[in-house]
């Protein structure tokens, strides 16, 4: 039996922090939006993902522009935790399987693949529920 394991990495950080800052840049650049590290904010962090995921259903982006939406939005979302409830970027070992994901207090999550789903499969991946639920994992009531 495997089990599940994290292993920190400072320059996983790194990237995660410049591509949250990216997002910030980019929310207010090209949606008006002023995000401001707050858990309220991840609200429209998953309106810009709906649109995102309109838009890229419409006009079939390369991988690289695809890549790119998944880990801005993803590291936003993983740095607002890290920031407001603590948390570390590294590597998650998953079933013999490896990538980038965080371990918050003490749980085990990848905000990079959630987002990556938000935006290939829609709403059903929605990511201010996502958030909520790794705030308070009994936060099924917030599914509003």
Do not use: C
Not at 22 to 37: C, I, P, Q, R, S
């Amino acid at each position: 039996m495997q089990t599940d394991t994290f292993e920190s990495d400072p320059k996983v950080q790194q990237v995660a922090e410049a591509y949250s800052v990216n997002m910030v840049e980019m929310a207010k650049t090209h949606f008006g939006v002023e995000l401001d590290w707050s858990d309220e904010s991840i609200r429209h962090i998953e309106r810009i993902a709906e649109q995102t995921y309109t838009d890229f259903k419409t006009s079939n982006p390369p991988p690289e522009r695809l890549e790119a939406a998944y880990m801005m939005l993803g590291s936003y979302v993983g740095e607002v935790f890290r920031r407001n409830h603590g948390a570390e970027w590294g590597w998650v070992t998953l079933e013999r399987e490896r990538f980038v994901g965080m371990q918050g207090n003490p749980q085990l999550f990848w905000p990079w693949g959630k987002a990556k789903k938000r935006i290939l499969q829609g709403a059903e991946e929605n990511l201010w529920f996502y958030y909520q639920t790794l705030v308070d994992p009994n936060a099924a009531s917030y599914r509003k």
